[in-house]
């Protein structure tokens, strides 16, 4: 069957990886999932198909996702969604809502989460600043983010994260300095 997709919003998909992710979860030693309806009704699919998908469909999408933000530079990661695009049949076709002309795809559902994520990052590569996709450096943390701070030179997932590493950065000076 196929169902209506829009580009996912990067929170949400980066709340999904995050949530899901196996590595995100095995850095963060998080061994619990979030809930699952909050986050799957913002993925930018429709209700019917986000209200069946399950923590495994969720945790297959999360990997494959993940997979995107580790490789290497932007030449992999253009090549990644490329890739996973050709694995899929979305077809863009264009909607009249209230009077307002949306972009507006079709997917097979069973593709339709990736797909909706698929969209949304390859605006972010191609409209965007490609080098904005990234994976938290703390050490104890595999989370992703989309860098959306004006500078682009975010390298932590979190403020958590960067207050983390600036601490264990102090502490160790403090050492070697004593
Ligand atoms: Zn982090």
Redesign the pocket.
């Known amino acids: 069957m196929r169902v209506q997709v829009e580009p996912m919003p990067l929170d949400a998909l980066v709340e999904l990886v995050n949530g899901w992710g196996v590595e995100p979860r095995r850095a963060g030693a998080r061994s619990d999932v979030p809930p699952l309806a909050p986050h799957v009704r913002r993925a930018g699919v429709a209700r019917p198909v986000a209200d069946s998908l399950t923590d495994d469909d969720l945790v297959r999408f999360a990997d494959t996702v993940f997979g995107i933000f580790a490789a290497d530079g932007t030449a992999a990661r253009v090549a990644a969604v490329s890739e996973l695009l050709s694995t899929i049949d979305v077809r863009p076709d264009v909607v009249l809502t209230d009077g307002v002309v949306r972009r507006m795809w079709w997917a097979d559902r069973d593709d339709a989460l990736l797909a909706a994520a698929l969209l949304a990052l390859r605006g972010q590569l191609a409209d965007e600043d490609p080098g904005r996709l990234g994976i ?1 450096v ?1 050490g104890g ?1 595999a ?1 992703i983010y989309v860098d959306g701070s004006p500078a682009g030179r975010r390298r ?3 403020v958590q ?1 960067q207050n983390r590493a600036r601490a264990a950065k102090y502490r160790r000076t403090r050492r070697d300095a004593s």
């Open positions: 938290c703390d943390c989370d932590f997932c979190s994260c």
